[in-house]
């Protein structure tokens, strides 16, 4: 078993000559300290390779590598992790490998331990600046007394606003009873919108047998049904400024009606699903409307 052993390492070092050369030396007598110096040197050179060049920043502060075995100044000036980095990276001694691990422990030590007690007195100090939010009885003592500065107060949360004593409600002014004048009929669907024309002579009403109905306000009367939607009508616009009625529904149109003539004068498209609001804009000549798009136009 020993010979097969032997004769594997020997055709691994024939063929990878450059890699295992310095870095695994080879003993015959102790088959079991191998495996360990190989795997201990490996772990060396994989970890350390990258710290046998000092940083920029390290060597333009002036560290020379010729010092580089000198363990007490490197930890004064580098720390005594990057100590033991740079010690093994250069091939330092092994003394001072082991003094400056043994120091590295002892100053890690000391440090968790000087950290711990800082973050302990930074707790204490945060505890002893807490300041007591203002309680309802002392905003109600406060307004008591008419102190001023129970008005800056916000109120604690889950506590009620305390009213002002000199607090006047609003009394709304008395009016008649609404009552129930008319009920007008005529379409042969729901009533989805409505529009009042500005002169409160008649109105529009847009229902699902998508048809929309010109009423006379006073007396109720049909006066003339517009036809022209697929779809139910879901909202109606009356122009203050020109003879103009616009309509939307869910066949995804916008029609301009021209109430002199009776007729669609303009359609507007663009909306990629059905209208179901519109508006006129009150200064200038703007319609908006919404669709189930997600839109506004």
Request: charged share 25%; proline share 5%; hydrophobic share 40%.
């Amino acid at each position: 078993m020993d010979n097969l052993v032997d004769s594997a390492v020997r055709s691994t070092n024939c063929l990878f000559p450059g890699e295992s050369a310095g870095i695994v030396a080879l003993d015959a007598n102790a088959d079991i300290l191998k495996g360990q110096r190989t795997g201990i040197a490996t772990k060396y050179r994989d970890e350390y390779l990258v710290s046998r060049e000092l940083p920029r920043g390290v060597e333009n502060s002036g560290a020379k590598l010729n010092d580089i075995n000198n363990s007490s100044d490197l930890s004064a000036s580098f720390g005594p992790a990057l100590t033991t980095k740079l010690l093994i990276a250069s091939g330092g001694t092994n003394s001072s490998v082991a003094g400056v691990s043994a120091n590295a422990s002892t100053d890690v030590e000391d440090e968790v331990q000087r950290v711990l007690d800082g973050l302990a007195g930074k707790q204490s100090k945060s505890k002893a600046k807490k300041v007591k939010k203002p309680t309802r009885e002392l905003v109600l003592a406060a307004a008591e007394k008419g102190a001023s500065m129970a008005a800056s107060l916000p109120p604690p949360p889950g506590q009620q606003i305390v009213r002002k004593r000199n607090y006047d409600p609003i009394k709304p002014e008395w009016h008649a009873p609404w009552k129930l004048m008319r009920v007008i009929s005529g379409h042969v669907g729901w009533v989805r919108s409505l529009a009042v024309e500005p002169g409160n002579k008649w109105f529009a009403s847009g229902s699902v047998d998508r048809t929309i109905k010109i009423w006379d306000l006073a007396s109720g009367t049909l006066k003339l049904t517009l036809t022209g939607h697929i779809s139910p009508v879901r909202g109606l616009a009356v122009s203050p400024r020109h003879p103009y009625l616009f309509s939307c529904g869910e066949d995804k149109q916008v029609k301009c009606w021209d109430l002199e003539t009776n007729k669609v004068v303009r359609q507007y498209h663009g909306h990629l699903s059905g209208v179901y609001a519109l508006a006129l804009h009150p200064v200038l000549d703007v319609l908006i409307t919404g669709g189930r798009d997600a839109v506004a136009r």
